[in-house]
């Protein structure tokens, strides 16, 4: 008789420890999900100002001369096409950022298709071939006409 009874409780005793630990893990995703809010809200905003129409024809016109270097120098212009682009970034109120991806998320949350083409170009960047460094510097024009754009688009 002993042995019926423990058979009938034992499988209640394993319901009891699985309930227990989805509970446990409930706990834990409530909270990992409120610590995500916290830092989100936490995360300066991103204060982006617009360039004035002098920085806007400078840029441009910088930006033409590089692409015009690019047959002659690919490697060099497409340095300096990024290395525009960044500047303009900083220059409109972007964080000086080490990290490419995290630039490229400062940018998403200003303009996705612009962000989208700042991670194309980069992508073509690391290919390194002839037609991968042409599909980056045409990455890099959009960005930057994206970014002295009069107003974003998302």
């Known amino acids: ?41 936490r995360r ?3 204060d982006i100002r617009r360039l004035d129409a002098a920085e806007v024809q400078r840029y441009t016109a910088a930006f033409a001369a590089i692409e015009a270097e690019f047959q002659a120098q690919p490697q060099v212009a497409i340095g300096r096409a990024r290395g525009t682009v960044e500047e303009v ?8 950022r080490v990290d490419a991806a995290q630039r490229g998320r400062d940018l998403a949350a200003y303009d996705r298709r612009a962000a989208a083409a700042y991670e194309s170009a980069g992508k073509e960047l690391r290919a390194g071939d002839n037609a991968s460094l042409g599909l980056a510097m ?3 024009r ?5 970014l002295l754009a009069t107003s974003p688009n998302s």
């Open 1 to 41: 008789m002993m042995l019926g009874l423990q058979t009938a409780a034992r499988p209640l005793l394993i319901a009891g420890i699985r309930y227990r630990y989805l509970g446990a893990v409930a706990v834990v995703l409530v909270v990992a999900l409120l610590l995500v809010l916290y830092r989100r809200s």
């Open 44 to 46: 300066p905003a991103l």
């Open 89 to 96: 970034m900083r220059r409109m109120g972007f964080p000086d």
């Open 138 to 140: 045409t990455g890099y």
């Open 142 to 146: 959009e960005v930057l006409e994206r």
